[in-house]
């Protein structure tokens, strides 16, 4: 979809004959699937229908690709919207609730989410989409044979990077940080995780109207990443080269080149470890690193909801069934699934990563939820606009030479821009 909401004439041609298939795929025989359309492809496709083949009638899964939304805006035109959806932001659940395009759901009792994040899927007193995914978003992952002792703050992640940068430079070892700039969802993890451990209200207070983004906290967020991101030698080839490197081809400088020291990112990032990792050797992670002395760094997340189409037969039924502790163990057992339901025991996890990761989401008070996608309109970002290119922008500057203080006077006032032009901030 553009940045002005239009979709392409791909997308349409693609979700109209999405549609097509769905609808001829669910009259065969007579009995009607119900219909799913998600974000998911690869393995994650394969093991959500290993989880909706028990289902106890036929569910019909589409994969939307990248872009859901603009394929959901095609099929809405085309009169062919599926009766569930697996959206990944929270706004798209609020948005499509105000046009009327959603119907009520309601979860089972064996459905329950850490304290904040059931209220980003309400709207008007009602509940339209429930967590069926989480993605644990404060991790940096290492090879312990090259990386032993990992930092356990902030300011020695800072120092550990500007000593091996130094040795970069001369040709002694690798980057210290692989960094997939060309994805700017990338660099607004890193601002998010830097901002909630700084200033945890001015996170939250981000996430609403009226939104202040020229205050201190973000002066004082941006600076701390101006403080790493400007080391000379801190990234494989050089700033340049980051923006021009992909979040995937991030991990595999670490896992199986080793070009890097250390990558940055979320849980799915065993995903990609699964497929290029070339021996034995697992990585290992540590905890995004806090700045206050002595504290535990933050805790973002991100998820996935289902949401019910209006007039949709068997869809609030499913996206109910969905919310029941066992209805995800398929995806337990195969591996690469972290529920955002804590009736879910930890010791259903067989994934000692993921055992690990789900109960830290359960420390109470720690967490909270990726903030670029509770941004309104194209604001929350998307390639080439919004918050991710801002924040590219921003990474351009600083690893380029420009001083941190006109790196961030520039950043500022885009974003400011940005958040009053998506419906309030300044």
Same mark, same amino acid.
């Not at 004959?17 to 974000?39: E, I, K, L, Y």
């Not at 007039?311 to 057992?333: H, I, M, Y």
């Not at 690893?399 to 419906?423: C, H, N, Q, W």
């Given at each position: 979809?553009?940045?002005?909401?239009?979709?392409?004439?791909?997308?349409?041609?693609?979700?109209?004959?999405?549609?097509?298939?769905?609808?001829?795929?669910?009259?065969?025989?007579?009995?009607?699937?119900?219909?799913?359309?998600?974000?998911?492809?690869?393995?994650?496709?394969?093991?959500?229908?290993?989880?909706?083949?028990?289902?106890?009638?036929?569910?019909?899964?589409?994969?939307?690709?990248?872009?859901?939304?603009?394929?959901?805006?095609?099929?809405?035109?085309?009169?062919?919207?599926?009766?569930?959806?697996?959206?990944?932001?929270?706004? &798209?659940?609020?948005?499509?609730?105000?046009?009327?395009?959603?119907?009520?759901?309601?979860?089972?009792?064996?459905?329950?989410?850490?304290?904040?994040?059931?209220?980003?899927?309400?709207?008007?007193?009602?509940?339209?989409?429930?967590?069926?995914?989480?993605?644990?978003?404060?991790?940096?992952?290492?090879?312990?044979?090259?990386?032993?002792?990992?930092?356990?703050?902030?300011?020695?992640?800072?120092?550990?990077?500007?000593?091996?940068?130094?040795?970069?430079?001369?040709?002694?070892?690798?980057?210290?940080?692989?960094?997939?700039?060309?994805?700017?969802?990338?660099?607004?993890?890193?601002?998010?995780?830097?901002?909630?451990?700084?200033?945890?209200?001015?996170?939250?207070?981000?996430?609403?109207?009226?939104?202040?983004?020229?205050?201190?906290?973000?002066?004082?967020?941006?600076?701390?990443?101006?403080?790493?991101?400007?080391?000379?030698?801190?990234?494989?080839?050089?700033?340049?080269?980051?923006?021009?490197?992909?979040?995937?081809?991030?991990?595999?400088?670490?896992?199986?080149?080793?070009?890097?020291?250390?990558?940055?990112?979320?849980?799915?990032?065993?995903?990609?470890?699964?497929?290029?990792?070339?021996?034995?050797?697992?990585?290992?992670?540590?905890?995004f690193p806090s700045a206050r002395p002595g504290a535990v760094g933050p805790l973002i997340?991100?998820?996935?909801?289902?949401?019910?189409?209006?007039?949709?037969?068997?869809?609030?039924?499913?996206?109910?069934?969905?919310?029941?502790?066992?209805?995800?163990?398929?995806? &337990?057992?195969?591996?690469?699934?972290?529920?955002?339901?804590?009736?879910?025991? &930890?010791?259903?996890?067989?994934?000692?990563?993921?055992?690990?990761?789900?109960?830290?989401?359960?420390?109470?008070?720690?967490?909270?939820?990726?903030?670029?996608?509770?941004?309104?309109?194209?604001?929350?970002?998307?390639?080439?606009?919004?918050?991710?290119?801002?924040?590219?922008?921003?990474?351009?500057?600083?690893?380029?030479?420009?001083?941190?203080?006109?790196?961030?006077?520039?950043?500022?006032?885009?974003?400011?821009?940005?958040?009053?032009?998506?419906?309030?901030?300044?």
């Open positions: 979809m553009t940045a002005g909401g239009r979709a392409t004439r791909r997308t349409l041609l693609r979700a109209a004959a999405a549609g097509a298939a769905a609808t001829a795929a669910g009259c065969a025989g007579g009995n009607r699937s119900v219909q799913v359309a998600v974000v998911w492809s690869g393995s994650e496709l394969d093991r959500f229908r290993r989880v909706v083949a028990r289902y106890p009638s036929p569910v019909h899964v589409v994969s939307a690709g990248n872009d859901i939304d603009a394929f959901l805006r095609a099929r809405h035109l085309a009169g062919t919207s599926p009766d569930v959806a697996i959206l990944p932001r929270p706004g &798209l659940v609020t948005e499509y609730a105000l046009r009327g395009w959603l119907s009520p759901v309601r979860p089972t009792t064996e459905y329950a989410v850490p304290t904040g994040l059931s209220e980003l899927l309400m709207t008007r007193g009602q509940r339209y989409g429930v967590w069926v995914k989480a993605a644990h978003k404060s991790l940096i992952w290492h090879l312990p044979s090259v990386l032993p002792d990992p930092p356990r703050s902030w300011d020695e992640l800072v120092t550990r990077t500007r000593d091996l940068g130094a040795l970069a430079r001369r040709g002694s070892g690798p980057a210290p940080l692989a960094i997939g700039a060309a994805d700017g969802w990338v660099l607004t993890d890193w601002f998010e995780n830097v901002l909630a451990d700084l200033t945890p209200d001015a996170y939250d207070a981000l996430a609403r109207p009226h939104r202040d983004w020229q205050g201190r906290p973000v002066r004082d967020a941006l600076d701390r990443l101006a403080e790493l991101w400007s080391i000379d030698g801190a990234f494989v080839g050089g700033g340049r080269r980051a923006l021009l490197t992909q979040y995937e081809e991030s991990v595999i400088q670490v896992v199986r080149t080793r070009r890097a020291v250390m990558v940055f990112e979320a849980d799915f990032t065993d995903e990609v470890v699964g497929r290029f990792r070339p021996g034995k050797e697992m990585p290992a992670t540590f905890r997340v991100g998820g996935d909801a289902a949401v019910a189409f209006a007039d949709a037969r068997g869809g609030v039924e499913l996206v109910e069934w969905l919310t029941r502790a066992d209805s995800f163990q398929p995806w &337990l057992d195969a591996g690469g699934y972290l529920s955002p339901n804590t009736s879910i025991s &930890l010791d259903r996890y067989t994934d000692p990563v993921r055992h690990k990761l789900a109960g830290e989401m359960r420390a109470p008070g720690t967490l909270r939820f990726d903030l670029s996608d509770q941004l309104p309109g194209p604001f929350t970002g998307s390639d080439g606009v919004g918050i991710w290119r801002i924040m590219q922008d921003f990474f351009a500057d600083v690893t380029d030479g420009v001083p941190a203080a006109e790196a961030i006077r520039r950043a500022t006032g885009r974003l400011a821009a940005a958040a009053s032009s998506a419906g309030g901030g300044r």
